[in-house]
C-alpha cells in the first residue's frame, strides 16, 4: 500500500516533506526534483512541508543540504510550489521559503519558526526569547 502510495505522488509530481533535511533525504529529494524536471509531462511539482526540521548540530553540512534544494528549485524549469500545512520550523521553514512569489502558499495555521538556539554566537535579548515563547504556547494551545 505504502509503495502504492508512493508511485502516485510521484508520477504526479508531489512530495511530502516531514523530517530533518539529513544528506540522504537531501540526496532522494534533489533526485526526484531533478526526474520530475526531466519528466515529459511538464506538470508544476508541489512539495508539502510538515515538520519540526531538526536542531541543527553540524551547521555546515545543513547549510550546504539548504543551498543544494535551492538551487534546484531555482533552476526548475517547471513551476515548484511550496505548500506549508502545519508546522515549518527550522530548515524546513527556510525550504518554505525558495521558490518564486505566487508560488509559496501556507494554510492558516501554519506555524513558522527559526529554533534561537541553533546560530551559533548570536544573543536574544530577553524580550525575544518572550515572544519565543509566547508563540510556541499559542501553537500548542491551538494544536489541543
Known sequence: MTSSIATYLLQNNVMYITGDLNHSYTKLLISILLYANRNKVKKPISIYINGKGSSIVNHLSTYDNLISIHD?????????????TGVA???LFIVSS???????????SSFFALDP????????????MGL?????????????
Do not use: M, Q, W
Open 117 to 128: 538556539f541553533i546560530c551559533p554566537g548570536s544573543r536574544y535579548s530577553a524580550s525575544d
Open 132 to 144: 519565543y515563547k509566547s508563540e510556541i504556547l499559542r501553537l500548542n494551545f491551538c494544536l489541543v
Open 72 to 84: 534546484v528549485i531555482n533552476n526548475s524549469k517547471i513551476p515548484i510550489f511550496t505548500h506549508c
Open 98 to 108: 525558495f521558490g518564486l512569489k505566487g508560488y509559496r502558499v501556507a494554510l492558516p
Open 89 to 91: 520550523l527550522n530548515e
